[in-house]
């Protein structure tokens, strides 16, 4: 659903981008929040820290599974948008930057909607979907029996409605700065039809992968906080003194209240890291090898901009001469070796960019607490 430049006029376009920039902004300060170390699992190991590098694999794997376009109906494809993923798995606020990431890798490297339009695509793809599927999901989740199918289904159903509110939004900026005179009403029941299709295989996509991740490690997944378990040492009954959990420190220095343990502690870094290497390996097997087999049919909105004349006045891309356009490496003739190799590249500049982004974001937030408690900590002197 990228849009290209000249679809929407220049003061729709020029008014999205600073929605676009603004709705960036609240979520950069959100998304500090969403990565900042709070609550009782604060400090190293806690959620805070394990969100940020979960947050740019996110980003690389919205990218890659983007490249795989399936067919849906008559010489129709449609691709995973990614808002309802982002926003389950690492939050709202967080999910918005992910999509944000993945948009601009795109429309500078890759030639893959309009520069122009960024701020459309931002508005559209980034903005509604998470918006329209997190709080969907939240609210199945709330009414749902208490438990990882509930989450699951939420999943499924968030992100079910969120792809043709992306195609009512669309058509809703078209109506208000389309550059062709086109019957709105059909193309309104085109967007919505095709991409409600469209829609089941995102469904099918987010659930599959966020009940993955929930079947491995529940407390990475932002949206099912609260159902997993804190990580504890587990101590046999028969342990001595020392090693029994009620045991007393042995003499010496004693240990701060609330520490983590150093085996715990250990534990939770090397299970994230699995985690985000198996993550960074799917995404590199999808856009640097399935992507060779995704459908070459156009997808929902090329098809229904093809049958209603809404590319009458579409531009070429600023970006059309980049060394990646069109999702390939210039220069390279094996076309096989030229799309993987344009994914990987894709994968590791989104990893890369993303990761960039919400590391520097959760220490802001870090910054800002430790000054904020500073005077607090300060010991009163007479």
């Given at each position: ?380 002197t007479a």
């Open positions: 659903m990228h849009v290209p430049d000249g679809f929407i006029d220049a003061p729709v376009s020029a008014a999205t981008g600073v929605f676009a920039a603004a709705a960036v902004a609240v979520s950069l300060r959100g998304a500090r929040r969403e990565l900042g170390a709070s609550g009782p699992d604060a400090g190293p190991g806690g959620p805070g820290e394990r969100t940020a590098p979960l947050a740019g694999l996110v980003a690389a794997f919205v990218f890659a599974v983007q490249m795989l376009n399936f067919p849906v109906a008559a010489g129709t494809s449609g691709h995973l948008l990614g808002g309802a993923l982002a926003a389950i798995l690492v939050g709202p606020y967080t999910g918005v930057l992910c999509v944000s990431v993945v948009l601009l890798m795109q429309a500078v490297l890759f030639a893959d909607g309009g520069l122009t339009a960024l701020g459309v695509n931002i508005t559209d793809m980034a903005v509604v979907t998470t918006v329209v599927a997190y709080g969907i999901f939240r609210g199945l989740v709330k009414a749902l029996p208490r438990g990882r199918r509930a989450v699951t289904a939420a999943s499924f159903a968030a992100a079910a409605v969120s792809v043709p509110a992306a195609a009512a939004a669309f058509t809703g900026l078209y109506a208000l700065g389309g550059s062709t005179d086109v019957p709105l009403g059909a193309v309104l029941a085109a967007m919505t039809g095709v991409h409600a299709l469209i829609g089941l295989g995102e469904a099918a996509i987010t659930a599959l992968t966020v009940g993955a991740v929930l079947a491995v490690r529940p407390d990475l997944v932002y949206g099912a906080r609260g159902l997993a378990r804190p990580l504890e040492l587990r101590t046999s009954p028969l342990a001595g003194p020392a090693e029994g959990a009620g045991a007393r420190e042995p003499a010496g220095e004693p240990e701060p209240a609330g520490a983590p343990r150093p085996t715990a502690r250990r534990s939770t870094r090397r299970s994230t890291r699995r985690v985000w290497l198996a993550g960074v390996a799917a995404a590199l097997v999808c856009a640097g090898g399935v992507s060779y087999y995704a459908s070459a049919s156009p997808d929902g909105l090329e098809k229904v901009a093809r049958d209603k004349g809404l590319d009458a006045k579409a531009e070429e891309h600023a970006a059309k001469d980049s060394p990646l356009a069109d999702y390939g490496v210039r220069d390279v003739a094996d076309p096989r070796i030229s799309g993987g190799l344009a994914g990987v590249l894709g994968v590791g500049a989104t990893l890369a960019a993303g990761t960039g982004v919400f590391l520097v974001a959760r220490r802001r937030r870090t910054a800002a607490a430790d000054a904020a408690a500073a005077p607090r900590n300060t010991p009163e």
